[in-house]
């Protein structure tokens, strides 16, 4: 969680038929506050850094594991960069090692952060500590975090309480992958009629139709499949072509459209 500490330049104006509440504020310094949330106990664990960067995050992986002794922990993560395994290296595999490789560690879908309890939290501190105050310099950011943490620990800490089962957002997904299921089959029909599918595979990933052909970088290896060209669903209808460059990164072109206007202009 990352917050700006800002000083008010002038009070409040409050809002009024016609217009919003104003303010005007001077930017004093930005801190990034690390949470960790007992689930079973609403207890929190806290830590404001100057930047959330890898080692930032590992050092605050370890004074948890210096805190919470348990022989197997549950930790729920977003998809921060940060925060996984990346090309450059197994980063969480090898802090995990070190710590005995008690940790289990579980990631929210994308754009699924919400799902995680931490969030709940930290919109408490957003509403009850952050949200119209005037702070002169970061440290009074900072001091006022730490004192709200000291407070709930000490006197509000609480488990949460799930209300939503998810039943609607499963059945959501399931839709919308019956969607994609059939389109991936739309698709599959309408490059075969263009004779565009020797060696092309396609394959649904989340919103997406992602075609590919098998390719070996070794002679005598086994083939893995490339993707090479996209189709993200804009609407129930209507597509958008997106090309992957020999970098591996995916670049949009000015094409959308429907499904078979997409495969003509894959044709030509």
Not at 10 to 22: F, I, K, N, T, Y
Not at 132 to 150: G, M, P, Q, Y
Not at 243 to 267: A, C, D
Request: charged share 30%; with cysteine; hydrophobic share 35%.
């Amino acid at each position: 969680m990352r917050r700006r500490a800002c000083k008010r330049c002038r009070a409040l104006q409050p809002a009024r038929q016609g217009r919003e509440a104003r303010f005007e504020y001077k930017r004093n310094g930005t801190r990034c506050l690390f949470g960790c949330f007992n689930i079973a106990t609403g207890q929190v664990l806290g830590r404001c850094a100057t930047s959330r960067k890898r080692p930032d995050f590992l050092s605050f992986l370890d004074w948890v594991a210096s805190v919470d002794r348990q022989r197997r922990v549950h930790v729920v993560l977003d998809n921060l960069n940060t925060h996984k395994n990346t090309h450059q290296g197994r980063f969480i595999t090898d802090w995990n090692r070190r710590h005995g490789s008690r940790f289990v560690f579980h990631y929210t879908p994308t754009h699924g952060s919400w799902l995680n309890q931490i969030e709940l939290w930290f919109g408490i501190v957003s509403r009850r500590v952050l949200r119209h105050t005037s702070f002169r310099t970061a440290d009074e950011l900072v001091s006022a975090i730490e004192s709200f943490i000291e407070t709930w620990n000490g006197e509000e800490a609480h488990p949460c309480r799930w209300t939503y089962d998810g039943k609607p957002l499963v059945r959501s997904v399931s839709a919308m992958k019956a969607k994609m299921d059939t389109a991936r089959m739309t698709l599959g029909r309408l490059l075969k009629q263009s004779d565009l599918t020797s060696g092309m595979n396609v394959r649904v990933h989340g919103d997406h139709l992602l075609m590919g052909r098998d390719e070996m970088d070794t002679p005598g290896e086994k083939s893995e499949t490339v993707d090479r060209v996209r189709l993200t669903r804009l609407t129930a209808t209507q597509y958008g072509l997106s090309v992957r460059r020999h970098t591996g990164r995916w670049e949009r072109t000015p094409f959308s459209g429907s499904m078979p206007e997409m495969v003509e202009v894959m044709r030509t």
